[in-house]
């Protein structure tokens, strides 16, 4: 069963086709890898999902319900969390106020209730640690090493609880070492129910990660499937791997 | 030593409260009220447009705007009603706070379209488009004219008391207002808009409603303020009321004292204001409070760009973790420990 169908999209800027007729299915339960050659259109993909950007054409649907026109916080309440390319945090937030800050079904009450009260603050602990950076829950996101940054960011989307997570270039400038962290983290989330859709350049990363890849060449689908059939691909060794 | 840590703050504010309380007994001379009551008018302006200005990074420069629309409430209820001199005009200030939020719904849904820059010179137009409403709507406002409140027979001795009390409570109010938000999730929302308002709509945090409910609720507070300081000086003229100078007041104190933070801009107005009056009992004529204004800008932006409670807040934690009272300086803060800079003002 599809989790995030997505039908036809489209987006131009001015001149420019960034994603041209691109459909996705993402099953429920994966690990889907989104790759293709720089200004392939993957973190288009993403925004336009994520609502961050209006599509030109085209439909998404997440559980079956369209959600084409809505703002972010709207699909980020529905389900539906991202990283970015580049770490982002709140950098005048301590850690711990960074867990806090994701609303979903908050509802009036606890949006006016006190942020550091007892449920969520456990929680938000508890996945600081789940993460290895409970020691840094009191710093301010600001001083945290770009690793850190990068944990951070995806343990403050986890705490909403989101059914799908779009990670953009989840190990874009970290160490081999914290990248197998990163790896790890993110199968512990998908054996717990968590979807996956994974833009990457680091191939070892995503051949080992993903359980499917879809490629995207000047902002359409060019080659979907499992990684190995898609690395023997000559299409997709023409456009994206090169040799 | 953790205790003491913990309810020094409490003692400190008890001891402030009962000050604040007793002054006008303490220290019965009208003219020292006097200074006392534009003394707490600022401390809720700050605190007020802190809670805009401060918690969410939107600078507004046209918050007297909403002062002097709390102000013609004020004025206009008194006159429409039929009020007469005493207590019964404090009874519209909760108007004076509706009314002006309510028209701040608006004014904020259109400009908070706008962000950074363009959003400041929104706020400033804004401003002005209210004062030469004012001017013109001579029918409404009484034009350049203004309008006259009836004046409290209460005997010169005692005349800035009430007042003093009405603003007292207005800056509590606002205080315990930003406070609470401050340690809200809806606080924080509005904390994570300052630092990146693409982040925190990704993680869920509907920036536009939130940054609205900061605006009303900052510019009803500004508004009841306005109605009172109406009643205090007895008329409204659009000049005074709907006053540049009053606008960037607030903001110069926020910006001292701790711009973001509970308890700067209570300490900047508390330090700006009695000093800004001194200056202009002295030299009013020559306006020579401006320039004072224009030095203190200046120290501000060279010397304490983050203001004066997280600075001192950080040189306090810096001074803590080189080894604290009575012990020698130990080694600077290792790689895991928060440096000074690091650390949040209340």
Redesign the interface.
């Known amino acids: 069963m599809s989790l995030l169908e997505v039908e036809r999209l489209s987006k131009r800027f001015g001149g420019v086709v960034a994603v041209d007729d691109c459909s996705l299915s993402i099953p429920k339960g994966s690990i889907i890898g989104l790759i293709g050659p720089n200004g392939s259109g993957k973190t288009t993909v993403f925004n336009l999902i994520?609502g961050?950007i209006p599509r030109d054409a085209g439909d998404m649907r997440f559980k079956s319900r369209s959600i084409a026109g809505l703002?972010?916080?709207r699909i980020?309440?529905l389900g539906i969390?991202?990283t970015?390319q580049l770490a982002?945090?709140?950098?005048?937030?301590?850690a711990l106020?960074n867990m806090?800050?994701?609303?979903?079904r908050?509802g009036m009450g606890?949006?006016?209730?006190?942020?550091?009260w007892g449920h969520e603050k456990t929680r938000a602990m508890a996945m600081l640690e789940f993460m290895d950076i409970g020691?840094v829950a009191?710093?301010?996101?600001?001083?945290l090493s770009y690793g850190q940054r990068k944990l951070l960011e995806l343990a403050?989307?986890m705490?909403?609880e989101p059914e799908l997570v779009l990670l953009d270039e989840p190990a874009g400038g970290v160490n081999p070492a914290l990248l197998e962290r990163i790896a790890d983290h993110i199968r512990r989330l998908n054996a717990g129910g968590v979807t996956f859709l994974v833009v990457e350049h680091n191939m070892g990363f995503v051949m080992n990660l993903c359980t499917e890849l879809v490629v995207l060449a000047q902002g359409r689908v060019i080659a979907g499937g499992k990684p190995e059939d898609v690395r023997a691909n000559p299409v997709v060794l023409d456009a994206y791997l090169g040799a | 030593m953790n205790a003491a840590r913990r309810f020094a703050p409490r003692v400190a504010l008890l001891l402030v409260a009962i000050v604040a309380i007793l002054l006008p007994v303490l220290e019965p001379n009208p003219a020292s009220i006097n200074v006392a009551v534009f003394t707490m008018m600022y401390v809720g302006l700050a605190s007020a447009w802190n809670i805009m200005g401060g918690y969410t990074g939107y600078i507004s420069l046209g918050h007297a705007g909403f002062f002097g629309l709390g102000a013609y409430t004020l004025g206009l209820g008194v006159a429409h009603l039929g009020i007469g001199p005493g207590y019964g005009p404090f009874a519209l200030v909760p108007l004076a706070g509706l009314l002006t939020g309510l028209f701040a719904l608006p004014i904020g849904w259109i400009a908070l379209r706008t962000r950074a820059a363009t959003f400041v010179i929104v706020t400033i137009a804004v401003m002005f488009m209210l004062q030469l409403a004012a001017m013109n709507l001579i029918g409404l406002t009484g034009g350049t004219g203004g309008l006259s409140l009836p004046v409290p027979r209460w005997s010169g001795d005692f005349y800035n008391t009430p007042f003093y009390y009405a603003m007292l409570i207005l800056a509590s109010l606002t205080i315990a207002v930003s406070w609470w938000i401050r340690?809200?999730?809806?606080?924080?929302?509005l904390?994570?808009i300052?630092?990146?308002e693409?982040?925190?709509?990704?993680?869920?945090?509907?920036?536009r409603q939130f940054k609205l409910a900061a605006f009303v609720i900052s510019a009803a507070l500004v508004g009841m303020i306005g109605g009172v300081y109406a009643y205090y000086v007895t008329y409204v003229y659009p000049e005074f009321v709907i006053d540049p100078l009053t606008g960037i007041s607030m903001v110069l104190m926020a910006f001292l004292g701790g711009l973001?933070t509970l308890t700067g801009p209570v300490l900047g107005a508390l330090l700006v204001e009695p000093a800004q009056l001194s200056l202009a009992y002295n030299f009013g004529a020559s306006r020579l409070y401006l320039v004072f204004y224009s030095g203190v800008f200046l120290v501000v932006i060279l010397l304490l760009p983050r203001g004066i409670v997280p600075s001192v807040r950080d040189l306090t934690i810096g001074w803590w973790t080189r080894g604290g009272p009575g012990r020698a300086a130990g080694p600077s803060p290792g790689p895991?420990t928060?440096?000074p800079?690091?650390?949040?003002a209340p």
């Open positions: 994520t961050f703002g972010p916080d980020y309440g969390g991202r970015f982002r945090i709140f950098p005048r937030l301590t106020e806090l800050v994701p609303v979903r908050a606890g949006l006016l209730a006190r942020a550091q020691s009191s710093m301010l996101g600001g001083a403050a989307v705490m909403a | 340690r809200s999730k809806f606080g924080l929302g904390l994570a300052r630092d990146d693409d982040k925190a709509m990704a993680v869920g945090v509907p920036t973001g895991s928060p440096a800079g690091n650390v949040v």
